[in-house]
């Protein structure tokens, strides 16, 4: 069989099983373009080193290659489209591995701080249309994707309910609100639409003038107002702290609070999975850094349950 064929094939069983599996799904394809129109089995080694080294230092992606390459073949060799594996049987050393930023109560209210204070000036979005996003990620732990897609009938302010629609896996989940974040959200509803008669399909963050909100424009946005606030990484980390680690922060800080409330947080990480929308709690523990606050939590309810008298 053809290597284009069978990534085809490989993409749409992927896709039929609940994944939009599109990064990995181009990175499956480049690899056929470097390889050329051939049988599986006349794809050498070399040709898979080309692709994964691609003439560069070994980064975090060579990994992301390998992986979806591994995949592919092991599917393959189950389905007789191949005979061998041509993936390299070592591996460089993995470098550093990427770790997301948890953000403190106090950065998000210096950057609440200095969206309060600023105009809109040249930007797309007004700022306390910046004020809601960033509030609505870490209340929520939405992916940013799925707040700038909220549509006016996603938006239940009387039950405090978000819809979030046919998300990563093509799924529809319900997301309660707290009632300080419908306060804003009804806040920032009164003061952007109210009397407007926009349609229930219309995007709820929007533009100055009403246009969707894209990623890059939010991150762009985001960008400046995390500078002004000062903001920054200083674990040596080279990635600066982004719209999407506001997911990260909210996954830890609820398993903080669930040990803090002396709660079963073992049974309870089922639920964390549900409300982030994964479809298992492998997913789900990508989110859980330990921190060293989150260690002293988990340290403190051992030696309570590991002391005479103590319970679970």
């Known amino acids: 069989m053809k290597i284009t064929d069978a990534i085809h094939e490989f993409i749409l069983y992927k896709q039929s099983l609940g994944m939009t599996y599109k990064n990995r799904a181009l990175k499956l394809t480049a690899f056929a373009r470097l390889a050329g129109p051939v049988e599986i089995d006349s794809i050498n080694p070399e040709t898979v080193r080309r692709f994964l080294d691609a003439g560069r230092p070994v ?4 990994f992301n290659k390998f992986s979806a390459l591994k995949m592919f073949f092991r599917f393959a060799l189950s389905r007789g489209y191949a005979t061998r594996n041509p993936l390299p049987l070592s ?3 993995n470098p ?5 930023y948890l953000y403190s109560m106090e950065e998000v209210q210096k950057m609440i701080r200095v969206v309060d ?4 000036g040249n930007w797309h979005l007004e700022p306390y249309t910046i004020r809601t996003l960033i509030l609505l990620l870490y209340g929520t732990g939405l992916r940013i994707g799925e707040a700038i897609r909220l549509q006016h009938r996603d938006v239940d302010l009387n039950d405090a309910i978000l819809t979030v629609r046919e998300t990563k896996f093509y799924k529809t989940r319900l997301v309660p609100m707290s009632s ?4 804003v959200l009804r806040g920032y509803f009164e003061r952007k639409w109210k009397g407007s008669g926009s349609s229930t399909a219309a995007p709820f963050l929007a533009t100055y003038d009403g246009r969707p909100v894209t990623h890059l424009t939010a991150e ?11 903001v920054k990484r200083t674990d040596g980390f080279y990635y600066q702290p982004r719209l999407h680690d506001f997911r990260h922060t909210f996954a830890v800080r609820r398993l903080v609070t669930w040990y803090r409330e ?18 298992s709690l492998r997913e789900t523990s990508r989110y859980l850094t330990m921190t060293k606050e989150l260690l002293d939590e988990a340290s403190h309810r051992f030696e309570f349950y590991a002391s005479p008298g103590g319970k679970q």
């Open 117 to 120: 204070n600023r105009h809109r």
């Open 262 to 279: 002396g709660k079963n947080v073992q049974r309870l990480l089922p639920h964390l999975a549900t409300y982030l929308g994964h479809v």
């Open 180 to 183: 300080d974040l419908t306060v």
């Open 96 to 100: 550093r591995q990427f770790r997301p």
């Open 220 to 230: 762009l946005a985001f960008k400046r107002i995390r500078y002004e606030a000062g």
């Open 91 to 93: 591996q460089p050393k």
């Open 59 to 62: 980064t975090a992606e060579w």
